[in-house]
């Protein structure tokens, strides 16, 4: 009997599906349907936020055939797919980002417009998934894009914090948190798959016994079991059919955990439990380059990685293919150590539920990991108290002691005179209270090692991973950071985007190396011309706002000098603070100096614990309450501390900057991403030799990039000379003014304690080197001043910059992952388009 052609059970729809037509009509149909159907609004009452999802929802059905279609053809071809483990994802607003990339932006616009409404509005309306703290979150998002961008098979695993990051408010010039309620309006991006969710196994104890084939077995008995329920986002790439998938992990109690408690009588206590498992997905650590070692934190790193080795092992059970193949079907890349326990925990499954020989899963293992380090910072460094582990991981921990016992095995080895080694390589640290070191569990797992720019990797072979580089040289290599110009310039630059497409056509949004030819236009008048155009059309756009919200008004003329990023001690934020108290005691020495108008915008959140950080943006925002209102300054100089600054935020930021600070001392930004994304815009640097800052510079060309300050080995002479900041203070008389400036109370309302403590600091420690760099950092400054005068000058300067930025898209550096060490090549997915012939 045959199978009835389900064309013909079903009839066929004879107009354009409203569910995948892209052209404008079917996008009005679609757009009105889902107001009525999901939202439940008629367009009259309908608020900005209904209209908002209204156009998710059209957006998304047009993702999903795109979508399943791309999982059902990895399906098909079994394809080899990198999962990318990592604790954060920045994501940013979807809504636009899709748009671009289903190639409909100025369709949707003007089918809005049709129906009365405006689509940057609607944008607007979108609440970003704040899943990151900063450059280590918004990496993750970067090379997801690029991998849907470049048709490589890919799944990003994370933990769907139901908490994102905090939002900042600035009061009396303080920092202060609010909780990140993002999915309070409902999150259209994503599917739950609770079909897949899988249990957690925490605490409790092992036990030996002997199976029914007479082999020694392991047995955990956890303390509870907590489930995982996977949500899923597609992740569209540029023009291409590709939707990978990012898999998020929701805690929820186990059934079967509160079931007995339930039964007994205790109903508040079983409610109690589920609440504590529930909380392990509550919320995003908002540290930035911190480990706080929490046992909750911990508890966040064995869940999401158990749940994504378990996903990943479903995934090869349901393609048949057996698990001794494991690191052929997937590499597993760790971002930074937060995942760094599925070392430990693939071993596990491999053995324990598995039944696979120690020798089996370690070769299985370590042909499966590959590790990112994001940073040199001591205080970053991962470790855990060993009796911690041992409570929440009893059979993990077991585990880490076998690696170590026979990597140890392989050190003694190697280093048969130098029993040193053998503590200093050791996993676990027992110089005194004993910590598993996370850094050196996630070296003896992977086939290979990364650092994210080119001196961030050296500085690790010659410094914490030395060891690990001389037993294990052909692991290390470098991926120096990317970022993907669809989101930080197609999107958030139209109009550059437009006015580079009409010189060079649009091929440079895949291979940004083509930006290159747009140095034939360096000397075109016309293009000098609309460039400069651009830049200050959207100064203004940013003046317009910073009076609207902020109150104050700005000259979109003025030289606009951003730093935006976290606040860290290391980014050196009062670095740029000490220029400004600087320019402001000359024109008070001088009122009548000539000095190039400058807008001082600063952007980023403090860690909620970092005192000194929170004291900087205090200091910031009361040096602008003085200097913004001081007729003496006129309007030379205006300084602003902008809140609550996220992707969104910093869409419209990049954008508007003539100068980008990047500033941190030598040897502590591991690379860097912000860099990237001002020069692509046509800002120019301001900055030391660190992080990817060095390459940016090579470039673009040294001339058109402002240098200043130690190198990173200067640094480490320095301080092995024994560096005495206060001879700096004495000897340096516009430093000397601009601190005894701030000691005075002058910008706190006369509290000459308020400040103290971070310049007690400075003065006496001064672990950043502010002092050391301070007069070379005031003398770039003075010179970027000058340039600015120049127009001309500066244009070609900020055109190089755009034009000679191709490498630091991300799609190079996700082709470089694929071509070192992933070894995964692209699988276009083809879709039928509907056609009604073939009907
Ligand atoms: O230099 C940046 C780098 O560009 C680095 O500080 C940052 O990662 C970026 C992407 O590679 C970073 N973040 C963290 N470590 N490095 C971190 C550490 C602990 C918690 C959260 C983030």
């Known amino acids: ?48 936020n209904d209209y908002y999802m209204a156009l998710a929802y059209t957006v998304r059905d047009r993702l999903l055939k795109r979508w399943l279609k791309t999982a059902q053809t990895y399906t098909e071809q079994g394809s080899r797919t990198v999962c990318y483990l990592s604790a954060e994802f920045l994501l940013g607003p979807h809504l636009g980002k899709n748009l671009i990339n289903l190639g409909i932006y100025d369709d949707v616009q003007q089918a809005m417009e049709e129906l009365g409404l405006d689509l940057e509005t609607l944008l607007e309306q979108e609440e970003e998934p704040g899943l990151g703290n900063g450059g280590l979150g918004r990496l993750a998002a970067c090379y997801l894009d690029s991998m849907a961008t470049l048709e490589i098979p890919s799944i990003g695993y994370g933990i769907r914090y139901e908490y994102g990051i905090f939002e900042q408010d600035i009061r009396d010039g303080w920092q202060i948190e609010r909780s990140d309620k993002w999915l309070r309006s409902g999150y259209p991006w994503e599917v739950p798959r609770p079909e897949w969710s899988v249990p957690v196994k925490i605490g409790g104890h092992t036990e030996q016994y002997t199976d029914e ?27 291409v059919n590709t939707a990978n998938t990012l898999r998020l992990w929701r805690a929820e109690a186990a059934e079967s955990f509160d079931f007995d408690a339930f039964n007994s009588g205790d109903y508040v206590g079983a409610v109690h439990e589920k609440m504590v498992s529930e909380n392990i997905s509550k919320v995003l650590y908002p540290n930035d380059n911190i480990s706080q070692g929490k046992e909750l934190r911990l508890l966040q790193q064995i869940f999401f990685v158990s749940c994504s080795l378990q996903d990943m092992i479903r995934i090869m059970e349901g393609q048949k293919i057996p698990l001794e193949k494991f690191h052929e079907k997937f590499v597993v890349q760790m971002n930074d150590t937060h995942p760094a326990i599925a070392v430990a925990e693939l071993m596990r499954l491999l053995i324990d539920d598995h039944c696979m020989t120690w020798d089996q899963a370690w070769g299985i293992t370590t042909r499966t990991f590959a590790y990112t380090n994001h940073t040199l910072l001591p205080e970053a460094l991962e470790r855990w108290p060993i009796a911690l582990f041992k409570k929440l991981l009893p059979r993990h921990l077991e585990l880490i002691y076998e690696i170590n016992q026979r990597f140890l095995d392989d050190v003694r080895i190697r280093y048969p005179e130098q029993p040193q080694m053998l503590s200093q390589m050791s996993i676990i640290d027992e110089s005194g209270e004993r910590y598993v070191r996370m850094a050196h569990l996630a070296c003896v797992g992977s086939m290979a090692i990364n650092g994210v720019a080119a001196l961030h990797t050296e500085l690790l072979k ?44 649009p091929n440079w ?23 400069r155009q651009i830049k200050f059309d959207i100064k203004q756009e940013l003046a317009t706002y910073i009076q609207q919200n902020y109150g104050v008004a700005i000259n979109p003329n003025s030289l606009f000098d951003i730093q935006a990023k976290r606040i860290h001690e290391y980014k050196r934020q009062h670095l ?58 006129r309007d030379r100089l205006k300084v602003l501390f902008l ?96 601190i005894d400036r701030i000691a005075s109370g002058f910008f706190s309302h006369g509290d000459r304690k308020l400040f103290q403590p971070l310049l007690d600091t400075l003065m006496h420690r001064d672990d950043y080197m502010l002092f050391a760099d301070y007069q070379a950092y005031i003398d770039c400054q003075d010179y970027v001043g000058q340039v600015f005068q120049d127009v ?14 191709g490498k630091f898209s991300s799609d190079r550096a996700i082709r470089d992952y694929c071509e070192d060490f992933w070894k995964i090549s692209p699988v276009p997915i083809e879709i039928e388009e509907y056609s009604p012939e073939a009907i």
């Open 509 to 531: 949004v895949k291979h940004l190396d083509e930006l290159k030819k747009l140095e034939s236009y360096v000397d075109d008048p016309n293009f000098r011309q609309e460039f």
């Open 792 to 805: 001309d000058r500066w244009t070609r300067m900020t055109i190089l910059n755009v034009a000679r930025m």
């Open 213 to 239: 084939r007479g082999r020694f077995r392991v047995r955990w008995v956890p303390h509870h079991v907590v489930m995982g329920v996977p949500h899923d986002t597609p992740l569209l790439g540029y023009q």
């Open 576 to 633: 740029n603070a000490l220029y400004i108290v600087t320019l402001y005691n000359r024109i008070k020495a001088n009122p009548n100096i000539e000095i190039t108008p400058r807008t001082f915008l600063f952007g980023g959140k403090a860690a909620p614990g970092y005192y000194t950080a929170k004291l900087i943006i205090k200091l910031i925002n009361a040096i602008g309450d003085v200097v913004n209102r001081d007729p003496d300054v």
């Open 643 to 738: 809140k609550d600054y996220s992707v969104k935020f910093a869409q419209r930021i990049y954008p508007a900057a003539d100068l980008s600070e990047q500033i941190s001392t030598a040897g502590k930004e591991a690379s860097g991403t912000g860099n990237m994304k001002f020069a692509m815009n046509g800002a120019l640097t301001i900055g030391t030799l660190d992080g990817a800052n060095i390459e940016i510079r090579e470039e673009v060309g040294e001339e058109n990039f402002f240098l200043f300050g130690m190198t990173a080995d200067e640094v480490y002479a320095r301080k092995a000379q024994g560096y005495n900041p206060y001879d700096y203070y004495q000897s340096n008389s516009e430093l000397k003014l601009a």
């Open 1 to 48: 009997q045959t199978v009835p052609d389900p064309r013909l059970v079903c009839p066929p729809v004879r107009v354009e599906d409203d569910r995948t037509g892209l052209n404008i009509e079917t996008l009005k149909r679609a757009f009105l349907d889902n107001l009525f159907y999901i939202q439940g609004k008629f367009p009259d009452i309908a608020t900005q």
């Open 462 to 505: 010659q410094g914490v991973l030395h060891d690990f580089y001389e037993m294990y040289p052909k692991k290390f290599n470098n991926k120096t950071n990317g970022v993907t110009p669809r989101r930080f310039m197609v999107l958030s630059n139209p109009r550059l985007s437009r006015a580079i497409t009409e010189r060079i056509g």
